[in-house]
């Protein structure tokens, strides 16, 4: 029987728009007017919702940040897989890896959420941390699954897949948090160069 405390569900409005278009407009905002512009009453009027609308759907700018984050890391991942499923060698692939993770421009308004979220992960519960734990696992396995592929087709040299991959995640997540705050040097092209260098002296020494 249920319980006399519990409530019926609410149904959603039936104007209100997809989740997928309020997450495309959280974006676009961000790329436009960097975060600061993110508020969730110019969102509202962007999609045609009041705030109290967008915060009965996300219940906080917090939860909206992190879907958000989510949300635009299902299609990088896409992009990701269909890069790394190619035909050709091991080490144009873990090129292609390294040019979708790094920063495209300072303010990349995806990079530009990553700082927020991790920013804010501080006063974050388990549940929120372990979605965004979730999604940096799948950039990690899926370059774990390269230098593996890479050692077993006797492109790279002998290497332990996981703590390479680990040790050349935090050196790209260096570089881009630079890039994404906008930090005079170095520009993308030299971080590219560096990561270049420093994967080929890894891979074939």
């Known amino acids: 029987m249920k319980p006399d405390s519990a409530q019926p569900a609410r149904a959603p409005r039936r104007n209100a728009p997809p989740r997928e278009a309020v997450l495309a407009a959280a974006m ?3 790329a436009e007017r960097g975060l600061a ?3 969730m009453a110019g969102l509202g009027r962007t999609v045609g919702m009041s ?3 967008l915060l009965y759907y996300f219940r906080s700018k917090d939860e909206l940040l992190l879907q958000t984050l989510e949300w635009s890391e299902a299609s990088l991942g896409d992009r990701r897989r269909a890069l790394l499923g190619r035909d050709g ?3 144009e692939r873990l090129r292609a890896y390294v040019d979708l993770y790094v920063p495209v421009a300072p303010r990349d308004p995806h990079w530009t959420l990553w700082l927020e979220v991790w920013n804010r992960s501080q006063n974050a519960g388990p549940p929120e941390r372990e979605r965004q734990s979730a999604i940096e696992r ?3 396995r899926d370059l774990v699954a390269l230098f593996a592929e890479g050692v077993s087709r006797g492109e790279f040299r002998p290497l332990d897949a996981d703590r390479v991959a680990t040790r050349t995640r935090a050196l790209l997540d260096g570089f881009s948090v630079q890039l994404a705050v906008g930090l005079p040097t170095p520009d993308r092209a030299t971080v590219l160069e560096h990561v270049d260098e420093y ?3 890894l891979v074939e020494s």
């Open 51 to 53: 705030s109290g609308h």
């Open 28 to 30: 676009s905002t961000i």
């Open 199 to 201: 994967l080929t002296e």
């Open 89 to 91: 060698p091991v080490r």
């Open 37 to 39: 512009g993110l508020t």
């Open 138 to 140: 799948a950039w990690h």
